[in-house]
């Protein structure tokens, strides 16, 4: 469709995890030159120039390239590679990243999102004692209590309080502000804590021990050295008549990892014996949660998925992009809409820049590969559906035209040619 001027509205905003889809944006000139409702940030990302500029469609070895020709090498690469990677997939849509999945298994490929270092204490918290958790509408129509743990989203998430938690009007809340109780934990005065009922200064590698003393006071427990403040947090958490309780990956990097996470778990559990309390992450820009939700349909765990046994494994200590690449395992990589380097270690990232790798993402042809297949942007130039923190999904409606394909027709097509490719047998790996 031509970028004739016009107004698109509920268009969803990808900058952070909050995902707002009431955006109001203006094409003119083949630019989008205004983003109503969006923050500042949603505004600089929307406003940006994401047009291709000079850029190539596609290179080789950093030499523009046709579609077919960097199609082609880049199946060459997958077809002959005997441990393949794939990674990334944050920034794409659910169609997209289910299509990745589909051709790790048809590779025997392992598959990771990459920044498992900050996710995998979260899931393996998951696995081992679950999570009571809800939707941010119902946060929003119930919750009275609300607690940020570790996270300051008016700095990150900046419509998260407006929208979801603390300032609008719900069913039961109905005074809106005035019906809730918002406290922050953290280790430092924020601009959340500024705007907060009460600030609970925490030592961030004692975090563990304050969420065991609150699980313990919400429980019944004397604990008579339990200091004030904490003893008076357990009084509120437990008076709630529904509480949200929103962490972020600070939790998972504490002394303790992902006990800790375990622990603010447990309490939130806990609570629930005597009130309705609910966890949530406040999600990260893109899709991170479609990529852990589309994994988990299709191959039975949220990252750090191996498929070269010839069936989906969940391999947290070997399949990560971190161990597969940092161990030197990996002998090629597809990069899927994502550039997950600044989570790889520096081992990690000299190995992927020994083997051969194929990138896919609006960015791809100014970026080191082997093979770069540049694409539209998701969500202003591309469409599909994303999913939220708390797993509602979301249509994207992107506003403007491009000639690049999208990731998704990147992907079919290098489906297609894998399939074209007669394969040897795969080795499977001990
Ligand atoms: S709060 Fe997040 S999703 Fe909403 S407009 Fe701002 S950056 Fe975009």
């Known amino acids: 469709m031509p970028d004739a001027d016009r107004t698109i509205a509920d268009a969803t905003c990808t900058a952070c995890g909050c995902l707002c889809d009431d955006i109001v944006l203006t094409v003119s000139n083949h630019r989008i030159v205004a983003a109503e409702h969006a923050c500042p940030i949603g505004a600089a990302w929307f406003l940006a120039d994401h047009g291709p500029g000079d850029r190539p469609i596609a290179t080789i070895e950093g030499q523009p390239a046709t579609a077919e020709q960097a199609l082609g090498r880049a199946a060459e690469i997958l077809a002959k590679s005997r441990s393949p990677l794939i990674v990334g997939l944050t920034r794409t849509s659910l169609e997209t990243q289910a299509r990745a999945v589909a051709i790790a298994d048809r590779l025997g490929a392992a598959i990771d999102p990459g920044d498992s270092g900050d996710s995998l204490p979260r899931w393996r918290a998951i696995q081992r004692v679950g999570i009571v958790s809800a939707t941010l509408g119902e946060v929003k129509n119930r919750a009275d209590v609300i607690v940020f743990w570790g996270v300051d989203p008016i700095t990150t998430h900046p419509r998260h309080l407006e929208r979801y938690s603390v300032g609008p009007r719900g069913r039961f809340v109905p005074e809106g502000r005035a019906g809730r109780t918002v406290v922050v934990v953290d280790v430092a005065p924020t601009a959340t804590s500024a705007v907060a009922d009460r600030f609970v200064r925490i030592v961030a590698d004692e975090q563990g021990e304050v969420l065991a003393t609150l699980r313990a006071l919400v429980l019944g427990v004397e604990m008579p050295e339990a200091e004030d403040p904490v003893r008076e947090l357990a009084e509120t958490l437990k008076t709630a008549r529904y509480g949200a309780f929103f962490f972020g990956p600070d939790l998972g990097r504490s002394r303790g990892g992902e006990a800790v996470v375990e622990d603010a778990l447990k309490l939130v559990r806990d609570l629930n014996h005597a009130t ?5 992450t406040l999600g990260g820009p893109g899709n991170p949660s479609g990529a852990e939700a589309v994994l988990t349909w299709q191959a039975g765990s949220p990252r750090a998925v191996d498929f070269s046994a010839g069936f989906p494994q969940f391999l947290p200590d070997d399949a990560t992009a971190e161990a597969m690449l940092s161990q030197g395992r990996a002998d090629a990589v597809l990069i899927v809409a994502d550039d997950p380097t600044g989570f790889l270690s520096g081992e990690a990232r000299a190995h992927l820049g020994r083997i051969p790798t194929i990138v896919i993402g609006p960015d791809a042809t100014s970026r080191d590969a082997t093979v770069a297949l540049g694409s539209a942007t998701m969500g202003i ?26 990731d998704l027709e990147w992907l079919t097509d290098l489906e297609r040619r894998l399939t074209e490719i007669p394969g ?5 790996s001990p």
């Open 381 to 406: 130039h591309s469409g599909g559906t994303i999913m939220r923190c708390d797993g509602a999904t979301l249509p994207l409606r992107p506003a403007l035209a491009t000639t690049r394909p999208s």
């Open 276 to 280: 309705r309390f609910v966890a949530l």
């Open 424 to 428: 040897e047998p795969r080795a499977i």
